[in-house]
């Protein structure tokens, strides 16, 4: 068991959300004029690394890095925002380690 998500709609803009049990990926959420929010909180202290991935397209997904430097990498309860100036960039959540408790999560526009 991976996750359940779903888009929703807040003033006319649409967030992807939903909770992990175990390891896996959101969906993709396209970047709308480069930029997104992350926001990353538990349920029963649950103990999780996540990562924030992004695409160019093909289904290939990189961690955000600069000069060698991981960013966007939680194991804390965290709310940041992402920005990316080319255009169609797609990121997404990959928990690569959950254990005991849920992760719930929202990216934002």
Same mark, same amino acid.
């Given at each position: 068991? !991976? %996750?359940?998500?779903? +888009?929703?709609?807040?003033?006319?803009?649409?967030?992807?959300?939903?909770?992990?049990?175990?390891?896996?990926?959101?969906?993709?959420?396209?970047?709308?004029?480069?930029? !997104? %929010?992350?926001?990353? +909180?538990t349920a029963n202290n649950a103990v999780f690394d996540a990562q924030l991935e992004k695409t160019f397209g093909g289904g290939v997904y990189h961690p955000i890095k600069i000069a060698g430097t991981q960013l966007y990498r939680w194991t804390a309860p965290a709310?940041?925002?992402?920005?990316?100036?080319?255009?169609?960039?797609r990121v997404r959540l990959n928990v690569t380690a959950l254990s005991s408790g849920t992760l719930k999560w929202r990216i934002s526009r």
């Open positions: 068991m !991976a %996750n359940a998500q779903d +888009w929703v709609t807040t003033d006319g803009l649409k967030a992807l959300e939903g909770t992990f049990d175990g390891v896996g990926q959101s969906l993709d959420f396209p970047l709308i004029d480069g930029w !997104a %929010n992350v926001t990353l +909180w709310a940041e925002r992402f920005s990316d100036p080319e255009t169609g960039v």
